[in-house]
Nanobody, 111 residues
Framework: QVQLVESGGGLVQAGGSLRLSCTASRGIFSFDSMGWYRQAPGQSRELVASITRSGITNYADSLKGRFAIFRDIAKNTLYLQMNNLQPEDTAVYYC?????WGQGTQVTVSS
């Protein structure tokens, strides 16, 4: 069993930034890939960004240039840096590793 604990969400004004963290209960290098997903009210969960064990990153097309995924292997932590946030980025953000999901962290962007 793996626990993923997200943090860093909150309320921010449009144009602001947030950094989300996801700390795993075991070494993140053991996972082939990890990712961030988000789910807005009434919408399905969607991929935001992912990173493979070798460090290859992938982003949703609409988020390229504003969001960045990176990790600190020594701290077993995955990050999502979010810049120039917009109201449409409002959602619950989830961390995922294989079949394991975190509990989610709310991000709310006011206009």
């Amino acid at each position: 069993q793996v626990q993923l604990v997200e943090s860093g969400g909150g309320l921010v004004q449009a144009g602001g930034s947030l950094r989300l963290s996801c700390t795993a209960s075991r070494g993140i290098f053991s996972f082939d890939s990890m990712g961030w997903y988000r789910q807005a009210p009434g919408q399905s969960r969607e991929l935001v960004a992912s990173i493979t064990r070798s460090g290859i990153t992938n982003y949703a097309d609409s988020l390229k240039g504003r969001f960045a995924i990176f990790r600190d292997i020594a701290k077993n932590t995955l990050y999502l840096q979010m810049n120039n946030l917009q109201p449409e980025d409002t959602a619950v953000y989830y961390c995922r590793a294989h079949a394991y999901w975190g509990q989610g962290t709310q991000v709310t962007v006011s206009s």
